[in-house]
């Protein structure tokens, strides 16, 4: 079993930013690959940046590229994702995400991640 907590949602002004935490609690983090994805009320989960097991290989949807980085700490069980110039279309829940142990493949599908956080939330005013 893999359990991730979220955390460092809030609100902030158009143009400002925020750094998500995503703490895993699993002796297997350093093999999974983990991801963002986030859901705007009335919309379906979406997702936003994923990275390898050492993070050496990342992966974006075009609406955050150049503007959210996702990072990792394997001595930390942790993954962060930097957002920057954040926008109003950009408010919703943020989920981390993983698709467990021993399964490498990055993947934008929400159908290939098993564990998920309860999300925080991210609210960008204008």
């Known amino acids: 079993q893999v359990q991730l907590v979220e955390s460092g949602g809030g609100l902030v002004q158009a143009g400002g930013s925020l750094r998500l935490s995503c703490e895993a609690s699993t002796r297997t983090f350093s093999s999974c690959v983990m991801a963002w994805f986030r859901q705007a009320p009335g919309k379906e989960r979406e997702f936003v940046a994923a990275?390898?097991?050492?993070?050496?290989?990342?992966y974006y949807a075009d609406v955050v590229k150049g503007r959210f980085t996702i990072s990792r700490d394997n001595a930390k069980n942790t993954v962060d994702l930097q957002m920057n110039s954040l926008k109003p279309e950009d408010t919703a829940v943020f989920y981390c995400a993983t698709p467990g142990p021993g399964r490498p493949m990055l993947t934008m599908r929400v159908e290939g991640y098993e564990y998920w956080g309860q999300g925080t939330q991210v609210t960008v005013s204008s």
């Open positions: 990275i390898s097991w050492n993070g050496g290989r990342t």
